[in-house]
């Protein structure tokens, strides 16, 4: 790779680094947010909730504003969106406000992830060059989402929550300012029409209205009317949606890809393990800080070494596996390990909140199971479909993984006091997270099942079959 190539990609890579970063960093600075600010389990998911329902919801239209402006506009617009979201989150001084900021990050970050994989596919062209530029790319953003929960907690505990944003301004800074004088100037291609931005807003607000209908089920006979507009809303969006899918010459979402199985599986299974693995990260520095009393920043560092087995899996193990099973049979022993660390955190619970047991459960699902699962969906997302639309059935998985991500949050935070009272993680919203996964192994062993029946020689007919000698 020559200088100037290597220059564009440390600019790619570190403001998908950051964004990575952002989605892990603030959950070990929950405590202290909900300390300042006086804010349930319930009200304080929707930092993430909105973060994540964003960035999922505008994923796709990101990716398209990036065909019609040019992925250099796309990107500085995303990136300065970012650094002023960022200043305003570590600035709040309403929890409405870091509410508010903290969506708009998402917003951000759905400008930031499709232009800077657009800028490196345009800027390293020769095959070999561009795989190994997406490699370290893909790194960066693995990394960022791996160190997320150490660095959120050593930050928040020496310097205040706040810096857990304001750490973004700087490096944001930086990166627009070298990316402004070094990416290259956006030529214009073959002329693409405008996104359908309609859709994509369509999708936000269905899942938000979706979301904040949960959150009411709690108190469901005072707030019976506001749950029943939710839904009528929901029925409202969603078949809007469908219609302009089905209508529109060039829609947001191609629904032929649905048409293959293995679409339908991952990405409804990447909907279950985005709910599972943001339920999870939110649920262990709930657990490790206010049940079994560590600092933030010990927390942190507890956690470090399966960010550490997470990076080590993907380069040593996973090729492995994935040359001796199929890409389902890898889904599968990837969602067993998911399941098999939720059991061990319900198992936690009922023994006394034992720290092996915790970070055994830590190994399976951040250090074994989400390098797995995450891996071989993405594979299974883009199988059996036309080449034409491999961008687009990239992009789903990643969507479906944050929309599922923020419903899956608020499905869960409705359980996290319900029968126990002393603790802030109860043993149903342990259940509930591992039902996630259950549905998840379950959905990919039937797939599996039916591929391999579909795959299996059919016996000829009775008539065709040569005589029995014995």
Same mark, same amino acid.
């Given at each position: 790779?020559?200088?100037?190539?290597?220059?564009?990609?440390?600019?790619?890579?570190?403001?998908?680094?950051? *964004?990575?970063?952002?989605?892990?960093?603030?959950?070990?600075?929950?405590?202290?947010?909900?300390?300042?600010?006086?804010?349930?389990?319930?009200?304080?998911?929707?930092?993430?909730?909105?973060?994540?329902?964003?960035?999922?919801?505008?994923?796709?239209?990101?990716?398209? %504003?990036?065909?019609?402006?040019?992925?250099?506009?796309?990107?500085?617009?995303?990136?300065?969106?970012?650094?002023?979201?960022?200043?305003?989150?570590?600035?709040?001084?309403?929890?409405?406000?870091?509410?508010?900021?903290?969506? @708009?990050?998402?917003?951000?970050?759905?400008?930031?992830?499709?232009?800077?994989?657009?800028?490196?596919?345009?800027?390293?062209?020769?095959?070999?060059?561009?795989?190994?530029?997406?490699?370290?790319?893909?790194?960066?953003?693995?990394?960022?989402?791996?160190?997320?929960?150490? +660095?959120?907690?050593?930050?928040?505990?020496?310097?205040?929550?706040?810096?857990?944003? %304001?750490?973004?301004?700087? /490096?944001? &800074?930086? /990166?627009?300012?070298?990316?402004?004088?070094?990416?290259?100037?956006?030529?214009? *291609?073959?002329?693409?029409?405008?996104?359908?931005?309609?859709?994509?807003?369509?999708?936000?607000?269905?899942?938000? @209205?979706?979301?904040?209908?949960?959150?009411?089920?709690?108190?469901?006979?005072?707030?019976?009317?506001?749950?029943? %507009?939710?839904?009528?809303?929901?029925?409202?969006?969603?078949?809007?949606?469908?219609?302009?899918?089905?209508?529109?010459?060039?829609?947001?979402?191609?629904?032929?890809?649905?048409?293959?199985?293995?679409?339908?599986?991952?990405?409804?299974?990447?909907?279950?393990?985005?709910?599972?693995?943001?339920?999870?990260?939110?649920?262990?520095?709930?657990?490790?800080?206010?049940?079994?009393?560590?600092? +933030?920043?010990?927390?942190?560092?507890?956690? /470090?070494?399966?960010?550490?087995?997470?990076?080590?899996?993907?380069?040593?193990?996973?090729?492995?596996?994935?040359? !001796?099973?199929?890409?389902?049979?890898?889904?599968?022993?990837?969602?067993?390990? @998911?399941?098999?660390?939720?059991?061990?955190?319900?198992?936690?619970?009922?023994?006394?909140?034992? %720290?092996?047991?915790?970070?055994?459960? &830590?190994?399976?699902?951040?250090?074994?199971?989400?390098?797995?699962?995450?891996?071989?969906?993405?594979?299974?997302? /883009?199988?059996?479909?036309?080449?034409?639309?491999?961008?687009?059935?990239?992009?789903?998985?990643?969507?479906?993984?944050?929309?599922?991500?923020?419903?899956?949050?608020?499905?869960?935070?409705?359980?996290?006091?319900?029968?126990? *009272?002393?603790?802030?993680?109860?043993?149903?919203?342990?259940?509930?997270?591992?039902?996630?996964?259950?549905?998840?192994?379950?959905?990919?062993?039937?797939?599996?099942?039916?591929?391999?029946?579909?795959?299996?020689?059919?016996?000829?007919?009775?008539?065709? !079959?040569?005589?029995?000698?014995?």
């Amino acid at each position: 790779m020559s200088f100037q190539k290597n220059k564009i990609l440390i600019i790619a890579s570190m403001a998908i680094f950051v *964004e990575a970063l952002d989605i892990a960093i603030i959950n070990l600075s929950i405590p202290a947010i909900q300390k300042q600010f006086l804010v349930s389990n319930n009200q304080v998911q929707w930092l993430q909730t909105l973060y994540v329902l964003l960035y999922g919801g505008f994923l796709i239209i990101g990716g398209k %504003l990036s065909d019609v402006f040019g992925p250099k506009k796309v990107f500085i617009a995303g990136a300065g969106l970012f650094l002023l979201t960022s200043l305003g989150a570590g600035l709040a001084g309403t929890f409405a406000f870091l509410s508010l900021s903290r969506a @708009m990050q998402g917003l951000a970050a759905a400008l930031i992830m499709p232009s800077a994989f657009s800028i490196i596919t345009h800027t390293f062209t020769k095959e070999r060059e561009r795989s190994k530029a997406i490699g370290i790319f893909s790194s960066f953003a693995a990394v960022g989402s791996g160190t997320g929960l150490s +660095a959120g907690g050593i930050i928040s505990t020496y310097m205040g929550w706040h810096w857990v944003f %304001l750490i973004n301004v700087p /490096v944001l &800074a930086i /990166v627009i300012v070298v990316g402004w004088f070094y990416l290259a100037s956006d030529t214009p *291609e073959q002329k693409h029409p405008a996104p359908d931005l309609f859709s994509g807003i369509l999708v936000v607000m269905s899942l938000l @209205m979706l979301s904040y209908g949960v959150h009411q089920l709690a108190d469901i006979k005072q707030q019976f009317s506001i749950i029943m %507009l939710c839904v009528l809303g929901v029925v409202i969006s969603v078949r809007l949606l469908y219609v302009r899918l089905t209508r529109r010459s060039n829609p947001l979402i191609d629904l032929s890809v649905f048409k293959a199985p293995s679409v339908i599986t991952a990405n409804g299974v990447f909907v279950l393990l985005g709910g599972f693995f943001t339920g999870y990260l939110f649920i262990i520095s709930q657990l490790l800080q206010k049940d079994m009393h560590y600092s +933030a920043a010990k927390a942190g560092l507890l956690l /470090v070494p399966f960010s550490l087995l997470s990076a080590l899996v993907a380069k040593f193990i996973l090729p492995g596996i994935m040359k !001796r099973l199929t890409t389902g049979q890898t889904g599968v022993l990837g969602m067993s390990f @998911m399941l098999t660390g939720g059991l061990i955190l319900i198992c936690t619970v009922f023994v006394g909140y034992s %720290l092996p047991l915790v970070l055994l459960s &830590a190994a399976f699902i951040s250090g074994l199971g989400m390098t797995i699962c995450f891996t071989s969906l993405s594979v299974l997302g /883009v199988k059996n479909i036309p080449k034409q639309h491999y961008g687009l059935a990239s992009s789903l998985g990643n969507t479906t993984y944050f929309l599922g991500a923020g419903v899956g949050l608020s499905i869960l935070t409705l359980f996290m006091e319900k029968g126990n *009272e002393k603790a802030s993680v109860s043993s149903l919203s342990l259940f509930i997270l591992s039902i996630y996964a259950l549905i998840g192994l379950v959905w990919l062993i039937v797939y599996v099942v039916n591929s391999t029946n579909k795959n299996a020689p059919v016996p000829l007919p009775k008539s065709q !079959r040569l005589p029995e000698v014995f």
